[in-house]
């Protein structure tokens, strides 16, 4: 079944009704060769649409239903996946996926958000990616068994935002988060990450600490959600992509920022139309990135790292001499 189309995608729909149509009549050659001609023309709008989407088709693009999550990537990218549960203090979240692997026979350790499949109560299960402080604390508990036994860390980043509710208030979310920016920045191991769809605030940035930050094409990763952006600054959610214009949240606006590192293309159409190729793309950067930061000493990635972090948010400022006052010099 073809992955459900977005609102900015109705030209190929009807297309591709049209096709479908074509496709219950007796073929004939004639009739072949205009269903050939229609997917030429499918292929060819999908190629303009997806060279010029807004960033607010980014965002709907990186929140498709069907955008490939941590445990698909886990099944066509590590082998002997072995999963890790709890934090040790409170429970086991659902929403982050932490387990031991081998990626192309070298032992790593996976995290990841996991918002669920394509079933309502999987996406519960999984609370739509939404991560509770023991999801955090799980994930730290994870890396610093990685760091134990000199594992390399894979991180895949894909959540709306840390779960604001109530509980995950009293439980310390605030604290969990920060505790892992200040801790990945000092695990001697290699850090990659990957934002793969969506990375949404400080839920993001709490396992968005590494050496190389990997973006798939159409990813978004942004400190708010546009409609929160629009709420807050103008009290009009449905300013939404104005908001997410300004916010500036898509790969190639984060990589001229010196926010991430890469951008990983994506197949025609986004991840979710072809996730096995979609795989393949990313597998490609990924042992890259594995293989450069490998490669350095740990004194020497603790040291990039800390940099690299440190420079984000500079805006070029120039110092200027101060002039000497009045009746000096």
């Known amino acids: 079944m073809p992955p459900e189309l977005l609102e900015f995608e109705e030209p190929i729909g009807i297309l591709l009704k049209e096709i479908e149509a074509l496709g219950l009549l007796p073929q004939t050659p004639e009739r072949e060769q205009e269903i050939a001609e229609l997917r030429d023309r499918v292929g060819s709008i999908r190629r303009d649409l997806y060279a010029n989407l807004t960033p607010w088709q980014r965002v709907l693009v990186a929140r498709h239903p069907s955008r490939p999550n941590t445990l698909d990537y886990v099944a066509r990218l590590f082998t002997n996946f072995a999963e890790l549960h709890g934090d040790r203090l409170f429970a086991d979240d659902h929403a982050i996926v932490c387990g031991l692997a081998e990626h192309h026979g070298t032992p790593v350790l996976v995290v990841g958000h996991q918002k669920g499949g394509g079933d309502t109560k999987e996406k519960i299960f999984r609370n739509f990616g939404y991560a509770k402080p023991e999801g955090y604390r799980k994930a730290l508990r994870a890396m610093r068994l990685a760091e134990k036994f000199h594992r390399p860390i894979v991180v895949l ?5 840390a779960y604001p509710g109530i509980e995950s208030e009293e439980r310390g979310v605030a604290e969990a988060i920060a505790l892992n920016l200040r801790e990945m920045a000092m695990l001697s191991v290699p850090i990659v990450v990957v934002v793969s769809g969506e990375g949404g605030s400080g839920g993001a940035l709490g396992l968005a600490i590494g050496d190389r930050i990997l973006m798939q094409e159409h990813a978004v990763y942004s400190v708010i959600p546009p409609e929160g952006c629009a709420a807050i600054l103008w009290r009009d959610a449905n300013r939404k992509m104005e908001a997410a214009a300004a916010l500036r949240i898509g790969a ?72 000497p006052a009045a009746g000096e010099g």
Do not use: C, Q, W
Not at 157 to 161: C, I, Q
Not at 290 to 305: I, T, W
């Open 252 to 323: 190639p606006d984060l990589r001229d920022l010196g926010v991430i590192d890469e951008i990983v293309p994506e197949p025609e159409g986004g991840a979710h139309a072809d996730p096995t190729a979609a795989a393949s793309l990313l597998d490609e950067a990924l042992t890259r990135a594995l293989e450069e930061v490998g490669r350095e000493s740990p004194d020497a990635r603790l040291d990039h790292r800390y940099n690299k972090f440190r420079r984000m948010g500079s805006v070029g400022l120039v110092e200027h001499d101060a002039e």
């Open 157 to 161: 980043v894909d959540t709306p935002a």
